[in-house]
């Protein structure tokens, strides 16, 4: 219907679960902090699909084909176990100080997944994310101080890219995208990655940056 789905930006401690929105036209879900988010399903919006306040929990939500971004968080969130695929923007933009975790983003115009600083992103599969405008990653680290450990990247235009610093990336499956692991900024750490079958190149890294091994 028209406007937002469900609009309480001014509700605290709120929970939606078991929703099924389509096709509103300004987005689907927008909640206050501290909200609490199970097992909804927002397809199709005019607008972004989901976005929360502070220290909110999104888990089980499925995002498909929102105009904007797929699921948009503020400080210290928590998603995990959701589906975003084929949105117009990122598939989830966690803000700082956030957890996710076995998430699946797929197909985002943008990216997969973009992590704040102090994040924690773990165990999430991204594939063919940032193709069909030839840019954008399956994870994009723009913070610094995060934690990227034991996810799956394939078919991105980048597999893992890193614009700040002191971020630690760590065994990391990374296999057929154009760029591997792109590190555009200094003192990260990486070690353990699984990388390879680029169609560019597996590894574009600057020299302020701490390597362990490189598996290729």
């Not at 948009?72 to 975790?101: H, P, R, W």
């Not at 954008?136 to 799956?152: P, Q």
């Not at 700040?164 to 760590?170: I, M």
Request: glycine fraction near 16%; charged fraction near 15%.
């Amino acid at each position: 219907w028209g406007s937002y789905g469900i609009h309480g930006t001014n509700a605290c401690d709120s929970e939606v679960s078991r929703m099924k929105l389509f096709e509103n036209s300004n987005g689907g879900i927008l909640l206050g902090p501290r909200a609490t988010m199970k097992e909804c399903n927002v397809d199709m919006s005019h607008g972004l699909g989901i976005k929360v306040g502070d220290a909110s929990r999104i888990t089980g939500c499925r995002l498909f084909g929102n105009m904007g971004t797929g699921i948009q968080t503020s400080f210290g969130a928590k998603i995990q176990s959701c589906l975003t695929v084929e949105n117009m923007g990122d598939g989830i933009y966690a803000g700082d100080f956030a957890t996710v975790k076995e998430c699946q983003a797929g197909g985002n115009h943008s990216n997969g997944i973009v992590a704040g600083h102090s994040c924690l992103v773990f165990e999430n599969t991204c594939s063919m994310n940032g193709i069909t405008n030839n840019s954008g990653a399956g994870i994009l680290v723009g913070g610094s101080a995060n934690r990227i450990e034991k996810n799956n990247l394939s078919g991105n235009y980048c597999g893992i890219q890193l614009t700040n610093g002191a971020n630690r990336v760590e065994n990391n499956h990374v296999m057929g995208n154009v760029y591997g692991i792109q590190d555009d900024g200094q003192g990260n750490s990486l070690f353990r990655n699984s990388v390879g079958n680029s169609s560019t190149s597996n590894y574009v890294v600057t020299s302020e940056s701490i390597y362990g091994e490189l598996i290729k």
